[in-house]
Structure formats: C-alpha cells, structure tokens
C-alpha cells in the first residue's frame, strides 16, 4: 500500500500597505518571514504607482530608498465620517482575485497584510465566504476605519467568521480606532485583538518581547486553522 502523501506547506500571501511593495513588506515583516520558513509565501504588488508628491512616498523612500517603486491596490479617500474608503474599491479586488488565483496551487490558504493591504484583505475575506470558498485565517495589521464596508454593503450584510488577528499600536493617530471598528466586521470571537506598544504604524511591534508574542499568536492561528490540509 502506497504511502499518503505528506501535507502541503500552508500558502501565505502578503499585501503591503500603501507607497510599499514586496521588497519593503519583506524587511517590515522580517522576523515574522524568517518564521514562516516551512510555508509557501507569496508577495502580491499593487497595481499602480503613487502620486509623485505623496507625503507618505516620501517618507517611505526615507526609509527605505529612493529608488524604490512605491506602489498602491487602490486611491485612499474618505468619507462624511473621515472613514477610510476607496474610490476604485472594485478595480483593487478583482485585481488582487486575480493575483492570488495566479499564485501557485491556485491560491492562498493565509493572508497577511499591513495598512491598505490589511483593509483590502478584509473585503476579500468578505467576499470569499460569501463565495463558499472561505480563507483559513487572516492577519490584519494596521487597518483603518472601514469605510469600505459601506462602499461594498453585500459583503458585509453578515458578520465574518474566517479567524482574524489584527493587532496594531493604539497610539497610532494614521488609523485612530480602525482596528476596533475593523473588529466589528467579524462574529464575537473570531476576531483576536492585539494592541502593542509600537511605535505607530508600523506592521509589528520594535520591543522584541511584543513581537515575540505577536508571531506566537500568528504562528498559531495559522498552524491551527491550516492543521488539516
């Protein structure tokens, strides 16, 4: 008798926050990735490059250099509620369906994103349970206040049950209860809340007792909701 096959390696996808990219998630989420080795990662780049006067490009390629390509899913506006929406909300998810139907195997078990990744994901769990084809678990870090759940009501018509982490740094004034609001999208007690000390935003938390912690819980949600492969 033949031996069963052993189980696939979990298939994570990474969506990055506005004005970032793949190279720049990678160092942001570096101790999380050097974790994550046994599992199959994937990066998903925005769509479209940002405005050549952004603020917020600027500062990433302070950080982060200026030759990078600063990239984005969608164009962030906002609200009456000075809640975050997104004008091209429709464009960003078939363009991020797309992608993670193009990564191998067809798709991703995990996602995982920072800021404007984090709000994208959010709807694209959304639409997966809605489709019957629900993610394992998700890992918002950062999300702002989802404006976008107005923008896309059917989706959000029920609470969402796929297992969340979102975890975020309560001093961060980008985002001022997003991560709260955000929560409230989900059924009572599938969505784990994890403040930090930060400092602002910033997808994982500088004190390296905190982020221990942190990749403790993710680590575990992920290897618990991804057990049966």
Known sequence: MAASPPPRPPRVAFLHGTAGNASILQIQLG???SRLRAHACHFIEGRAAVADDSPIGATMRRHFGAGQQLLEY??????????????????????VERELAALPGGGADVL???SQGANLISC??????????????VVLLSPHRPGWARQRPELFSSPLST????AWCPEDTMISGGP????????????K??????????PLPANNEERAALLDDVLQLISQECARL
Do not use: N
Not at 124 to 137: D, H, I
Not at 180 to 191: N, V
Not at 193 to 202: A, D, E, I, T, V
């Open 124 to 137: 694209v769990a959304a639409l997966l349970e809605r489709k019957g084809t629900p993610l394992r678990c």
């Open 74 to 95: 969608a164009r962030a506006a906002f609200d009456e509620r000075d809640w975050r929406i997104y004008p091209d909300l429709d464009d960003a998810l078939a363009y």
């Open 180 to 191: 709260e609001e955000t929560a409230k999208l989900w059924a009572p007690g599938c969505a």
């Open 112 to 114: 995982v994103g920072f």
């Open 193 to 202: 809340l994890c403040p930090h000390s930060g400092p602002l935003h910033r």
């Open 31 to 33: 101790p999380l990735l």
């Open 163 to 166: 297992p969340a982490i979102i």
